[in-house]
């Protein structure tokens, strides 16, 4: 088959690999027929995240069609149609059991990136990712193997599109489970920071609760743009505000948002000092976002941050959280938890996640969408591709 495969840093390639086997009874072989691009995957073509193998598959939003099934699936059959969640999860577990999914204890036989992790069982496993997190070959390809599958995919009615469906996968409930961690509710002020994909699903989500205002800071003119054009935010240049934090601050009041969301993480654009620090492997992180995000956010208030971390950050500003009682929630999403629930909001016209797609391209353009979503080409907010067999 086809697959968009990992050979080093700004360097995949569509190779010819060998098809997927069923390799556990719970198992099954899905023909993709939708995949796309995340952010999460620009880390990886970035080279900022270790544990990759030349060859590995990537890719972890994607859905399709069931082809096989091991003997021990008893929720689907061949025919299904279904998005498959990026966090493979047993089901069954201490964790799963709390519906804590990425927590998942039974998935993962890497050791997980904590760097203090003493005797600490790993999270989830995960679909086209770094082998700390399992290392299982992803969805950018013709076929994927999908482990637990009694647990993670979830049928989709034929009434609806792949478009309309696909960021089940990922970025549709990692924006709302970060709209949920930040308590959004009617009249809420929200401030987000970061207009890519996973911003602009925690924009739709917020409206969907019922924010009155938020904020969206971001640097690409076109995002926020769309974001203001599309969910009524009120846009924060940061190339052209020095200090977005301080503008919001002065909009509200001088008292600051009731949450923030940071839906950048470890790769925010940050000061010179911390570009230095984190090439010479002296710090894991940007922390510019996340300073801001303390910085807007009211006392007593919520940062919630879906945004991918690593490793340890200086000048977290600790101290200003303490004063002023905010509470910090984050962390990889519980994605089985939220699919039925969105897949109802997409059915009945409250949710639309397919308007932030701006470029289709074809599994065989993987390489130059990689280039594209990586450089912000052409306006570039969000890609899918759309397999199909050689012939």
């Known amino acids: 088959m086809r697959a968009l495969t990992f050979h080093g840093t700004r360097d995949v390639r569509v190779d010819n690999v060998a098809d997927p086997t069923l390799q556990h009874p719970q198992d099954i072989l899905l023909r993709v027929t939708a995949t796309a691009i995340c952010g999460s995957d620009l ?48 089901g069954a577990c201490f964790f799963c059991e709390r519906n804590l999914f990425a927590a998942c204890e039974t998935t993962n036989d890497g050791r997980g990136a904590i760097l203090n992790k003493k005797d600490l069982r790993p999270g989830a496993a995960m679909f086209g990712y770094t082998h700390l997190y399992g290392g299982v070959p992803g969805g950018q390809a013709e076929y994927v193997r999908v482990p637990m599958a009694n647990t993670g995919p ?4 034929d009434a609806l599109t792949d478009a309309q469906v696909l960021f089940l ?66 846009p924060i240049h940061f190339d052209k505000v020095d200090d977005p934090a301080r503008a919001i601050i002065e909009a509200t009041q001088f008292r600051g948002v009731d949450a923030s969301i940071d839906a950048v993480g470890f790769e925010a654009k940050g000061s010179t000092v911390e570009t230095v620090l984190t090439t010479l492997k002296l710090e894991g992180s940007s922390g510019e976002a996340l300073r801001q995000a303390i910085a807007a956010t009211r006392r007593g208030g919520i940062v919630s941050v879906p945004g991918v971390y690593a490793g340890f950050i200086h000048a977290f500003l600790f101290g200003d959280a303490f004063d002023k ?21 997409i059915g009945n016209g409250a949710l639309r996640p397919e308007v932030i797609v701006s470029h289709q391209l074809s599994l065989d353009d993987a390489a130059r969408g990689y280039e594209m979503f ?18």
């Open 43 to 90: 880390h990886l073509y970035r080279g900022k995240v270790p544990g990759l193998k030349d060859g590995d598959i990537l890719g972890h939003e994607f859905m399709g069609i069931v082809e096989e099934v091991g003997p021990g699936v008893t929720r689907l059959r061949p025919g299904d149609r279904v998005v498959v969640p990026f966090v493979i999860a047993c």
């Open 154 to 157: 979830l049928p989709i009615p």
């Open 169 to 234: 996968s990922d970025i549709l409930p990692t924006g709302y489970q970060a709209v949920l961690n930040a308590e959004v509710q009617p009249g809420s002020s929200l401030a987000i920071f970061g207009a890519g994909p996973v911003g602009l699903m925690a924009a739709a989500c917020a409206r969907l609760k019922g924010a009155e205002r938020i904020f969206m800071v971001d640097h690409h003119d076109d995002r926020l743009r769309f974001a203001a054009d599309t969910y009524g935010v009120e």
């Open 325 to 345: 009682g905010l509470q910090f929630r984050m962390g990889q999403t519980h994605v089985q938890r939220f699919m039925p629930e969105l897949l109802e909001h």
């Open 374 to 391: 990586d450089k912000k080409i052409d306006g570039c907010r969000k890609i899918v591709l759309t397999p199909g067999r050689a012939t």
